[in-house]
């Protein structure tokens, strides 16, 4: 049977608006957390944020946004912050101090250069992190290559040390990992060694572009992979 279309009279479509009108609005976040959602929010974006996009991203009233970006610009502009947030080309952007530019371009130029270690480096890492205390000749075993001066790299590096000697014939070298290995890869401890292969790939994403030459030319290291 053949449905057909009821009217709706006037009094129902208006009983229908009210009831949309009155239904209850989602609870505010606390004041303390959306001013921290909307700092974390100018932190984490490259480009100046307007009002309107923080608003209706994380639906909150413009007015109420204002407010806080207004308090935010206020706090940070203190002598003790090193940051500040500031309207830029209509929107708002975290970024260092102008005062401080001089100071932070030295620190940055005193710092470390990061991480870069070859894949043969980080394979002979990787074997000692989850085998140590472990010897040089069992790392060749495990590995199939000779290694030593990769070892050696290790060592300058300071990602591993010497942990006294094996008391078997020859009596060789045992090798484990340093605190600089940890501060490295952002580890607290050995217990929090993620698996081998998240292991391998955290490595990877500081490998050095030192051996994709190699690679593509067809060149194969040394035998003791003495550029490690």
Same mark, same amino acid.
């Given at each position: 049977?053949?449905? %057909? ?8 479509? *208006?009983?229908?608006?009210?009831? !949309? ?15 921290? %959602?909307? &700092? ?6 490259? &480009? ?16 109420? %946004? ?6 935010? %610009?206020?706090?940070?502009? /203190? ?16 970024? *260092?101090?102008?005062?401080?530019? @001089? ?10 250069? $990061?991480?870069?270690?070859?894949? !043969? /480096? =980080? ?23 000779? #290694? ?5 790299? =290790? +060592? ?5 040390? *010497? ?14 990992? *340093? ?6 890869? #952002? =580890?607290?401890? +050995? ?6 292969? &998240?292991?391998? &790939? ?9 051996? @994709? $030459?190699?690679? !593509?030319?067809?060149?194969? /290291? #040394?035998?003791?992979? /003495?550029?490690?």
């Amino acid at each position: 049977m053949e449905e %057909v279309d009821q009217p709706v009279d006037e009094a129902q479509e *208006t009983l229908f608006v009210a009831e !949309a009108i009155t239904e209850p609005a989602p609870p505010p976040e606390s004041a303390a957390a959306l001013k921290a %959602v909307i &700092e974390a929010a100018i932190y984490v974006t490259d &480009e100046p944020l307007a009002a309107d996009q923080i608003a209706s991203a994380i639906e909150q009233p413009l007015e109420l %946004v204002k407010e806080v970006l207004a308090a935010l %610009v206020s706090e940070y502009s /203190a002598p003790d912050r090193g940051l500040s947030i500031r309207e830029i080309a209509g929107g708002y952007k975290m970024a *260092t101090k102008p005062e401080h530019h @001089e100071a932070i371009r030295r620190f940055v130029k005193n710092l470390q250069p $990061p991480l870069k270690l070859s894949l !043969a /480096a =980080l394979e002979t890492l990787a074997v000692i992190a989850y085998k140590q205390p472990i010897t040089a000749p069992e790392i060749m075993d495990i590995r199939g290559v000779q #290694g030593a001066g990769v070892l050696k790299t =290790l +060592l300058d590096r300071k990602l591993i040390a *010497t942990a006294g000697r094996k008391n078997v014939l020859g009596k060789p070298i045992m090798y484990k990992t *340093t605190r600089e290995f940890l501060l490295q890869f #952002g =580890l607290g401890s +050995l217990t929090e060694l993620p698996t081998l292969k &998240e292991f391998e &790939e955290l490595g990877r994403l500081a490998l050095s572009d030192s051996e @994709e $030459p190699l690679a !593509a030319q067809g060149q194969p /290291a #040394g035998p003791d992979e /003495a550029n490690g």
